[in-house]
């Protein structure tokens, strides 16, 4: 049996039609018995890289015994010309993280993954400090265990004051060496107060955005900075609030 952090996360594949886009991350959260795909908002739609998807396709797993087994499940974005994903601002602008509710009778009746829930989120800020040893879970550049369908993780810590807006934005950062594919991917840290036998022993802090650089810097100089910017997943609670209308016949299997 793998690690069950590796079933929270999926790579998702961005489609116009039959022509494939982007790939990035997401990963599973559950509320109320309700599923939902959490990614970042320019996954879905991106204005400044003219980045129009129209659906998009997560990979799950269909044997828990057998992990290179797994099926696509194809997800519209729009319905009667309005999107179907749910996105948050705030003061201070728009925030990039988005939301899709699965519809779980497009799920294989033998899928396996894993799902954050608001128990994962973190509640008090006593045990988290700058430095603070964090994981991100995703597909780097696409890159994963082809075989067994599963993410790779990157080390990261804490590097502005958790609980703080950085610059005013509701966001943290997180020192990692990050790529593209990796938007959207969960930021977790060790729930060390998790009992033994938790499925998940794992705290939700974040979600991972894009990386943050200097415009002034020397591109011949200067290296990057090797920050990031990773979205609080408190929002998810205000994102996954009330009743989503998920059509049937908006969600398949490929």
């Known amino acids: 049996m793998t690690e069950p952090l590796l079933l929270s996360a999926t790579q998702i594949s961005t489609y116009d039609g ?3 886009l982007t790939r990035a991350t997401g990963f599973f959260f559950a509320r109320d018995q309700r599923l939902f795909v959490v990614t970042s908002r320019h996954v879905v739609l991106d ?9 998009l396709e997560v990979e799950l797993h269909t044997s828990a015994t057998n992990l290179t087994q797994s099926t696509g499940l194809s997800m519209l974005l729009y319905r009667n010309g309005k999107s179907i994903w749910r996105q948050g601002e705030d003061p201070a602008g728009e925030i990039d993280v988005a ?3 699965v519809d779980r009778k497009a799920l294989p009746t033998t899928v396996l993954l894993r799902a954050f829930t608001p128990a994962h ?6 045990d988290i400090e700058v430095g603070s ?15 067994h369908h599963l993410p790779v993780v990157r080390q990261a810590v804490i590097s502005s004051s958790f609980g703080l ?13 990050t790529h593209r594919g990796t938007s959207g991917a969960p930021v977790v840290m060790r729930d060390r107060t998790a009992h033994g036998d938790a ?7 974040g979600v991972h955005s894009a990386r943050m650089d200097m415009k002034t810097r020397d591109l011949e100089h200067d290296e990057s900075l090797g920050l990031n910017c990773a979205w609080y997943a408190d929002i998810l609670m ?3 609030e009330g009743v989503t209308a998920t059509p049937a016949d908006a969600q398949t299997q490929r």
């Open 121 to 126: 989120l973190q509640d008090s800020l006593d």
């Open 18 to 20: 039959d022509r494939l």
């Open 165 to 177: 807006r950085f610059q005013g934005q509701g966001y943290f950062l997180t020192d990692a060496r």
């Open 199 to 205: 499925d998940l022993p794992w705290k939700l802090l």
């Open 238 to 240: 205000t994102l996954t």
């Open 99 to 101: 939301v899709i509710e």
């Open 133 to 147: 040893p964090l994981l991100i879970v995703g597909f780097p550049l696409g890159f994963h265990d082809t075989l």
């Open 47 to 55: 204005e400044p890289s003219k980045h129009f998807p129209d659906r």
